[in-house]
């Protein structure tokens, strides 16, 4: 694992922003997966000028990692990470739909099998969830050793109580550790304040599914981006386990 610390968000970000154009620049197809949230915000504004309208982007392929279908009155509906990266990225940078590719309840089973046919994820950027989630990996309901799984919500809030109820979400699908496995080069952001004591923990506690993200620490290409308020409670001591 490879741990970079930056000033402040911007700087963070463009560190980020870097490595994802870098691989973009290979001159083949190349899968890209991206995540929603607040961490990749600006990020993504400082992106949309090199990516929007470039032909030499033109076979660069995006994944979501997962997403939560609709079921009922909803159904047929696009998913909330659908429409969040649609408006954090794809919309500004004109990314047409049939280059974004999604887990649904028909290809989860085949997700993995699909990605790898296409050549794999050459580059994935994640963020550091509040409690340790990573995707839609959560605490304590984590299958440690899954690829691609659909996780009812009635068992993630069974043990995720503060997790909100969405009756017409009833499953989250998402890549598991072992998807990310695969990945070529895993990159996550985390900044802010408000991470720093997630982040000591992803960073130093043991690897179980209390954290889910520590599993990460075993992947072979990995590169952590923090910035400094994040990275406000890491020691020298805990650098030196790394």
């Known amino acids: 694992m490879k741990l970079i610390?930056?000033?402040d968000e911007?700087?963070?970000s463009e560190s980020a922003m870097q490595i994802i154009l870098g691989t973009m620049m290979q001159d083949k197809r190349v899968n890209v997966s991206l995540t929603s949230g607040r961490s990749p915000r600006m990020m993504y504004k400082m992106m949309v000028p090199y990516v929007k309208d470039q032909k030499k982007f033109e076979d660069i392929?995006?994944?979501?990692?997962?997403?939560a279908p609709y079921i009922g009155e909803r159904a047929g509906e696009k998913g909330p990470n659908w429409v969040e990266m649609q408006e954090l990225?794809?919309?500004?940078?004109?990314?047409?739909?049939?280059?974004v590719h999604c887990p649904d309840f028909d290809n989860w089973q085949?997700?993995?099998?699909?990605?790898?046919?296409?050549?794999?994820?050459?580059?994935?950027?994640?963020?550091?969830?509040?409690?340790?989630?990573?995707?839609?990996?959560?605490?304590r309901c984590t299958p440690m050793d899954g690829y691609t799984y659909a996780c009812d919500r009635k068992v993630k809030n069974a043990v995720n109580?503060?997790?909100?109820?969405?009756?017409?979400?009833?499953?989250s699908i998402t890549m598991g550790p072992k998807s990310l496995m695969r990945v070529k080069?895993?990159?996550?952001?985390?900044?802010?304040k408000e991470k720093a004591e997630i982040f000591k923990k992803f960073l130093t506690e043991p690897i179980s599914d209390e954290i889910p993200a520590t599993v990460l620490r075993l992947h072979p290409n990995f590169t952590v981006i923090a910035d400094e308020e994040a990275a406000s409670l890491i020691t020298e001591e805990d650098l030196k386990g790394l």
């Open 5 to 7: 610390i930056e000033k």
């Open 10 to 12: 911007r700087a963070m």
């Open 61 to 67: 392929n995006y994944y979501l990692f997962d997403e």
């Open 89 to 99: 990225f794809f919309k500004d940078a004109n990314i047409p739909d049939e280059r």
């Open 110 to 139: 085949t997700w993995d099998e699909d990605i790898r046919q296409a050549g794999g994820i050459d580059v994935m950027l994640i963020g550091l969830g509040w409690d340790g989630h990573f995707c839609s990996n959560c605490p």
């Open 161 to 171: 109580p503060t997790y909100p109820d969405r009756p017409l979400q009833p499953y």
């Open 185 to 192: 080069h895993l990159v996550m952001i985390v900044n802010g």
